[in-house]
């Protein structure tokens, strides 16, 4: 065999490898793109519960009018494993539990869409909670270390909102005898709620003292030593609990 065909061969053997080696990563690549979504819808009743316990990631969860709730989410690698459960009217989500005894988990980022009437129960680790346009019994976000919670045009008689570190912004009606709590250790709460609300508050602002009630502001409600204010607006007939270790509370009238 001559120089030039040997050359050849060794040229066509080099470029064989070279191309089986793209394949393979580009395969791979892909393989690990498919693990990183996911998609999922079911049906759901007019009272439907969506109750979800992420670890890390931003949790967005979007009122609609369809009898049916969408779920998707975007995992970062190591990729989650996601296994959601159905029953009696309440869709679970728990990736602590479906991911226990491993160490390493990438953020999952959700975006959910359930009816109008739903309720929806949320916590996190950490990673921001948006929930907009629901208007079932309850609202529940909760973070156990940081992120916001943005509730938007929220009408449920039941609203529970706590964080350590981040800022929790409501905006949404004030229901006859509903209950309202706000928690948080550092950061700003604002409630942006209608005028003729009616409700009892009891706000706790201990190391900032930065209560500010707004349009709120009446002879029925007591500011004391300016770290409390205890008081009633309109009957009474709500109760809305706010408490801010190191932050702000502010009422905006809606």
Do not use: C
Not at 77 to 106: C, F, H, M, W, Y
Not at 135 to 153: K, P, Q
């Amino acid at each position: 065999m001559n120089w030039n065909l040997k050359k050849f061969f060794t040229f066509r053997k080099a470029t064989i490898f070279l191309l089986t080696v793209v394949f393979f990563f580009v395969s791979s690549a892909m393989g690990i793109s498919a693990q990183k979504n996911f998609a999922r819808t079911y049906p759901a009743s007019k009272n439907v519960r969506l109750q979800l316990t992420n670890r890390t990631g931003t949790v967005t969860v979007e009122g609609w009018d369809k009898e049916e709730i969408s779920i998707s989410a975007f995992m970062e690698a190591p990729a989650a494993n996601i296994e959601p459960r159905s029953l009696s009217g309440t869709i679970d989500i728990n990736l602590v539990k479906d991911n226990q005894g491993r160490n390493e988990v990438g953020n999952v980022n959700f975006l959910i869409k359930v009816p109008f009437s739903s309720s929806v129960d949320i916590e996190t680790r950490m990673g921001n909670l948006n929930v907009s346009n629901v208007r079932g019994g309850l609202v529940r976000a909760h973070i156990s270390s940081e992120g916001d919670i943005t509730l938007t045009n929220i009408n449920a008689d039941n609203v529970a909102a706590e964080n350590v570190i981040g800022d929790i912004f409501f905006d949404g009606t004030i229901a006859s005898s509903g209950n309202y709590r706000f928690t948080s250790t550092r950061g700003n709460i604002n409630l942006r709620i209608p005028f003729n609300s009616s409700f009892r508050l009891i706000a706790t602002a201990p190391s900032t003292r930065n209560i500010s009630l707004g349009d709120f502001a009446n002879s029925g409600m007591r500011f004391g030593d300016g770290r409390r204010v205890v008081g009633q607006n309109g009957d009474g007939s709500a109760t809305i609990s706010v408490t801010n270790q190191r932050g702000s509370i502010s009422f905006i009238r809606r």
